[in-house]
């Protein structure tokens, strides 16, 4: 059996996640969806949150597993007996980054792990967790980006959020 992980902040899922994922899918035995905690950036939802609704994207997908994770994904790839990190490649920039990242991953796990990029759907190279959230902060719609049900959590989490957490590049 192949394990590949799927690593991500997933804040929020969106069609181009769900789209890899899937994909991935079908070319693995089985596909965790690792939703890592404590990034190096700011999110909108707490980790549960984002567990909550990369489970439900998955939930007709038997191959595909939902858990959080903290520390280097490497480890965390190692943990769980990974064989395969995958990775969604939109643009240039992306390759860069996901090169060095692999090249480090192959360091650090004498490699004992591969990676594995898989290039992006054309209709979703310009998604990304940080439009689809700027966008809803700013009342758009996003209802091509994500699913239902995550245009429903955007909006509720956006309506709490209020004036006074928007970012003063995103205020009147």
Do not use: C, W
Not at 76 to 105: C, H, P, T, Y
């Amino acid at each position: 059996m192949v394990r590949a992980l799927f690593p991500g902040t997933f804040d929020p899922i969106h069609y181009g996640h769900i789209d890899i994922a899937n994909r991935a899918s079908k070319l693995f035995d089985e596909i965790v969806m690792a939703v890592y905690d404590k990034p190096l950036k700011t999110l909108m939802f707490e980790p549960d949150e984002r567990i909550s609704l990369v489970t439900e994207a998955f939930r007709d997908n038997p191959k595909i597993k939902v858990t959080g994770y903290s520390g280097l994904t490497i480890d965390f790839a190692q943990k769980i007996n990974a064989q395969v990190i995958v990775r969604g490649l939109r643009v240039f920039s992306d390759f860069e980054f996901e090169f060095r990242m692999a090249l480090a991953n192959q360091r650090m796990a004498k490699d004992a792990v591969e990676t594995v990029a898989l290039i992006t759907a054309e209709q979703h190279t310009f998604l990304s967790s940080s439009t689809v959230r700027e966008i809803a902060m700013l009342d758009g719609d996003v209802s091509s980006m994500v699913p239902p049900f995550v245009e429903v959590a955007l909006k509720e989490k956006v309506a709490n959020m209020g004036e006074q957490s928007l970012p003063n590049a995103l205020r009147d």
